[in-house]
């Protein structure tokens, strides 16, 4: 089997900095390199590069699993130089949690060897975060970013918790219940101000009839005193 030193050699890149370029024909499938470095935690890769500059896009970190990181700057080897594309001829596969970099095509001698990063996004990532990792591959659909997912992903709404939105729902229903009391109290008072209305109306109807009522009584006592006629 023809040794890895053999199917590539490392030296400048229009990529970025140092690139890994293929000097025979290597075919799809092809186990060309192991990502090597000194393997620590999250917490340990976090606090090495904590004072890293922000705008520095420079990474040898390669995520194994949710336990462990591959530091390429500490022990690393060539595999550290494969730069990122967006049209990449080469993958990372991690078996074994050992990291390999393989061949997802036939790739030609002179030809730079690529894979994507897919450097994950963070919640606290600064705003101006897909500036310093832009990508620079130069394929025609470069998507502009080394980061993954392409997009930011959209602010989460704040939702109301459960118990919370069942109380505002009661109060809610509360409250439109002594709006419909309210209303009827309302319509109470509308009715009874009509019915004593009603009642004045009749009362002051009433009052006009006795007075003519009386009128005729006095006129027939008058008569009567007279000597009118009897049946």
């Known amino acids: 089997m023809t040794t890895s030193d053999a199917l590539y050699e490392v030296r400048r890149s229009n990529v970025h900095g140092l690139g890994v370029f293929a000097t025979r024909r290597i ?4 186990r060309i390199v192991e990502y090597l470095g000194e393997r620590v935690s999250h917490k340990e890769a976090d606090r090495r590069y904590e004072s890293k500059d922000e705008n520095d896009s420079h990474t040898f970190l390669f995520i194994v699993d949710s336990r462990t990181v591959i530091d390429a700057g500490v022990d690393g080897n060539d595999a550290r130089y494969v730069n990122h594309s967006c049209d990449p001829n ?9 990291v390999y ?3 997802i095509r036939v790739i030609e001698p002179g030809t730079e060897l690529t894979y994507d990063y897919q450097i994950q996004r963070e919640d606290d990532d600064p705003p101006n975060i897909d500036e310093v990792f832009a990508c620079r591959c130069g394929f ?13 992903k959209p602010a989460r709404k704040k939702t109301t918790p459960r118990r919370k939105q069942k109380r505002a729902d009661k109060t809610a229903q509360r409250a439109d219940k002594a709006t419909r009391r309210t209303d009827k109290a309302g319509r109470r008072a509308d009715k009874a101000a009509k019915r004593a209305e009603g009642a004045g109306k009749r009362a002051e109807r009433a009052g006009q009839k006795g007075g003519r009522g009386r009128s005729e009584a006095r006129r027939r006592t008058a008569r009567s005193k007279r000597g009118g006629r009897r049946r």
Do not use: D, F
């Not at 075919?27 to 092809?30: E, S």
């Not at 080469?90 to 050992?98: K, N, P």
């Not at 025609?140 to 930011?152: H, K, S």
């Open 27 to 30: 075919a799809k499938g092809t």
């Open 90 to 98: 080469c993958e990372s596969v991690v078996e074994g949690r050992r």
């Open 101 to 103: 970099i393989e061949s």
């Open 140 to 152: 025609a659909q470069c998507r502009g970013t080394m980061l993954w997912p392409t997009q930011r």
